[in-house]
């Protein structure tokens, strides 16, 4: 399994990315050929560029991390079904699983069995610990396993790393000796084949009843803009996290009690309230731009409380 180490240094420009992002990219661009060029992420930024990564990669990701747990990871599980349906080459890499230690199968995650069958590879190693995100554009060495509790409870750092560089090159040189040689391929689910409808018994057809005749009720009137379902569910416009859609409180449990000992509602957070992609969004503004265009137009500006 060989990786493709072409050098591609250009930021893909559909992705909506913060201005300090591409900021920092345009920095990191311009050091000298031997100054290292590695961009420090803070929590808060780990997230955004592990989905840019993702999202950007046109031939390969590999996914390492020794702890994976992805059923309730509903925007990375997107991103990633993404990536393989633009037919990018997805690999993850897992440690194997230590029965005496207690921890859940990997292979049981549903979300998993789904990814697989839409072509993630996915391979086992003994004793892995590290934790790197690659594609032919950027690396990621980061702390962050691909775990809702690392996602959302634990604090992290990450490295951002651009192809072309001598650090990168370095990344993809640890792929090819240490990961990749040790790891097993895990056999790919068997799709087992849908089952048959039951044969249902004949009946007799009914007769047909005489048309009713109309009714004399009142119409009933339209329903109130509190009865409209707009999305079918929303997300965290912190973490990301599922959640009810409301535009009164777009922000998880968690997240709200942290964000309500300020209360700012102009502060900026990183996901759509609505579709869940990384925008710059506010508790003022939960909803990126082609989300709140498919609000309803019986919705007026008086129902929608920014």
Same mark, same amino acid.
């Given at each position: 399994?060989?990786?493709?180490?072409?050098?591609?240094?250009?930021?893909?420009?559909?992705?909506?990315?913060?201005?300090?992002?591409?900021?920092?990219?345009?920095?990191?661009?311009?050091?000298?050929?031997?100054?290292?060029?590695?961009?420090?992420?803070?929590?808060?930024?780990?997230?955004?560029?592990?989905?840019?990564?993702?999202?950007?990669?046109?031939?390969?990701?590999?996914?390492?991390?020794?702890?994976?747990?992805?059923?309730?990871?509903?925007?990375?599980?997107?991103?990633?079904?993404?990536?393989?349906?633009?037919?990018?080459?997805?690999?993850?890499?897992?440690?194997?699983?230590?029965?005496?230690?207690?921890?859940?199968?990997?292979?049981?995650?549903?979300?998993?069995?789904?990814?697989?069958?839409?072509?993630?590879?996915?391979?086992?190693?003994?004793?892995?610990?590290?934790?790197?995100?690659?594609?032919?554009?950027?690396?990621?060495?980061?702390?962050?396993?691909?775990?809702?509790?690392?996602?959302?409870?634990?604090?992290?750092?990450?490295?951002?790393?651009?192809?072309?560089?001598?650090?990168?090159?370095?990344?993809?040189? =640890?792929?090819?000796?240490?990961?990749? $040689?040790?790891? #097993?391929? *895990? @056999?790919? !689910?068997?799709? %087992? /084949?849908?089952?048959?409808?039951?044969?249902?018994?004949?009946?007799?057809?009914?007769?047909?009843?005489?048309?009713?005749?109309?009714?004399?009720?009142?119409?009933?009137?339209?329903?109130?803009?509190?009865?409209?379902?707009?999305?079918?569910?929303?997300?965290?416009?912190?973490?990301?996290?599922?959640?009810?859609?409301?535009?009164?409180?777009?922000?998880?449990?968690?997240?709200?009690?942290?964000?309500?000992?300020?209360?700012?509602?102009?502060?900026?957070?990183? =996901?759509?309230?609505?579709?869940?992609? $990384?925008?710059? #969004?506010? *508790? @003022?503004? !939960?909803?990126? %731009? /082609?989300?709140?265009?498919?609000?309803?137009?019986?919705?007026?500006?008086?129902?929608?409380?920014?």
């Amino acid at each position: 399994m060989a990786l493709s180490l072409d050098r591609h240094v250009a930021v893909n420009p559909r992705v909506g990315t913060l201005a300090s992002h591409r900021c920092q990219e345009s920095t990191l661009a311009e050091a000298g050929p031997r100054q290292a060029r590695i961009a420090i992420l803070n929590p808060s930024d780990i997230q955004t560029h592990l989905f840019r990564l993702i999202d950007e990669a046109e031939r390969r990701i590999v996914l390492v991390s020794p702890y994976v747990r992805i059923d309730k990871l509903r925007n990375l599980v997107r991103y990633i079904q993404s990536a393989l349906k633009r037919k990018v080459q997805v690999s993850l890499f897992v440690r194997v699983k230590d029965f005496s230690t207690g921890n859940e199968d990997v292979m049981a995650s549903e979300a998993l069995a789904q990814l697989r069958q839409d072509g993630l590879d996915v391979q086992e190693l003994k004793d892995l610990h590290a934790k790197i995100y690659f594609s032919e554009k950027h690396a990621l060495i980061t702390s962050l396993n691909l775990l809702e509790s690392s996602f959302n409870n634990s604090i992290e750092i990450g490295t951002w790393l651009l192809a072309g560089t001598p650090e990168y090159e370095a990344v993809a040189t =640890f792929l090819k000796r240490e990961i990749e $040689p040790t790891a #097993t391929k *895990v @056999a790919a !689910p068997a799709i %087992s /084949p849908a089952p048959s409808p039951p044969t249902q018994p004949s009946e007799p057809i009914a007769p047909k009843r005489p048309p009713r005749a109309a009714s004399t009720r009142e119409s009933r009137p339209p329903p109130k803009s509190d009865d409209i379902v707009i999305f079918e569910g929303g997300h965290c416009i912190r973490c990301g996290d599922e959640l009810d859609f409301n535009m009164d409180r777009p922000l998880c449990r968690d997240c709200h009690g942290v964000w309500k000992q300020y209360g700012a509602k102009d502060y900026p957070e990183k =996901f759509c309230h609505g579709c869940g992609a $990384p925008k710059k #969004t506010s *508790v @003022a503004r !939960p909803l990126c %731009s /082609p989300c709140f265009k498919e609000l309803p137009a019986i919705l007026d500006d008086e129902d929608i409380a920014f």
